[in-house]
C-alpha cells in the first residue's frame, strides 16, 4: 500500500460526459502529480500540483483541468469526454519536489468512455 | 527538452538468469534524478530503484542494479537472478532538479521463461 488514495478505481461512461477523478496523497507529501496511461501506452505526464499550486503542465487537454485544495487532496476534472480518453488515470505524490525522491502511485482510476 | 528512450519493447529471459533493460536520457541539466518502476499485469506503479546525477556509485536495491553511465546518458537496470514475478512492464523515468514533472519512456516488458 503506498498510500495514495485514488477513487473511483473503475468508472464507466458515455461521450460527452463529465467524470471526476479523486486523489488523497500519502500523509505528508504536498506534490501531487496526475498520469494519462492509454492501453499499452507509458505515463503521459498531465499536470503536477505543490501544496495547492500548478507547478507544471504536460500535454493535458483543454477539456481537462485540475486542483489541489487546502487539505492537499486533488481532482482531475475531465468533459465532453471522447473514446480516445479511455484510459488508466494515475495520481502520485512526493514529499519533495527536487530531483530525488520516488513518486508514490495510487492504483490508478481505469476510465472507459462508451 | 528532457527525453526517456526505452528501446526495447519487450524482452525474454530465462528463470534465475540475468537481464538488461536499457534507457537512454536526454536532459540539460547537471543535476536529475533517475528512477525504475515496474508495473504488473495487476496495474500499480512500484518503485524499485534511484539513481542521482552525481551520484558516483551505481544504485544497488536487492537483485535491482542500475548501471549508469553518465557520459553516455545511460541508465540500464539490470535484474539479477530472475523470477516468474518479474515479468512485468518496466518504466525508466527521470526528475530534473527543478522537479516539476517526472517523465517516462515508452516501457519494456519483460517476460521471464521457466
Known amino acids: 500500500d503506498s498510500g495514495v488514495t485514488q477513487t473511483p478505481k473503475h468508472l464507466i461512461t458515455a461521450t460527452g460526459q463529465r467524470v471526476t477523478l479523486r486523489c488523497s496523497p500519502r500523509?505528508?507529501?504536498?506534490?501531487v502529480y496526475w498520469y494519462q496511461q492509454s492501453l499499452d501506452q507509458g505515463l503521459q505526464f498531465l499536470i503536477h500540483y505543490y501544496n495547492g499550486e500548478e507547478r507544471a503542465k504536460g500535454n493535458i487537454l483543454e477539456r481537462f483541468s485540475a486542483q489541489q485544495f487546502p487539505d492537499l487532496h486533488s481532482e482531475l476534472n475531465l468533459s465532453s469526454l471522447e473514446l480516445g480518453d479511455s484510459a488508466l488515470y494515475f495520481c502520485a505524490s512526493s514529499v519533495v519536489q527536487g530531483a530525488t525522491g520516488e513518486l508514490f502511485f495510487g492504483e490508478g482510476s481505469r476510465l472507459t468512455v462508451l | 527538452a528532457q527525453k526517456i528512450t526505452q528501446t526495447q519493447p519487450g524482452m525474454f529471459v530465462q528463470e534465475k538468469e540475468a537481464v538488461t533493460l536499457d534507457c537512454t536520457y536526454d536532459t540539460s541539466d547537471q543535476s536529475y534524478g533517475l528512477f525504475w518502476y515496474k508495473q504488473p499485469s495487476s496495474g500499480e506503479m512500484i518503485f524499485l530503484i534511484y539513481q542521482g546525477s552525481y551520484d558516483e556509485q551505481n544504485a544497488t536495491e536487492g537483485r535491482y542494479s542500475l548501471n549508469f553511465q553518465k557520459a553516455r546518458k545511460s541508465a540500464n537496470l539490470v535484474i539479477s537472478a530472475s523470477q516468474l514475478g518479474d515479468s512485468a512492464m518496466y518504466f525508466c523515468a527521470m526528475r530534473e532538479t527543478g522537479g516539476f514533472k517526472t517523465i517516462f519512456g515508452a516501457g519494456t516488458r519483460l517476460f521471464v521463461k521457466a
Open positions: 500523509s505528508g507529501d504536498l506534490s
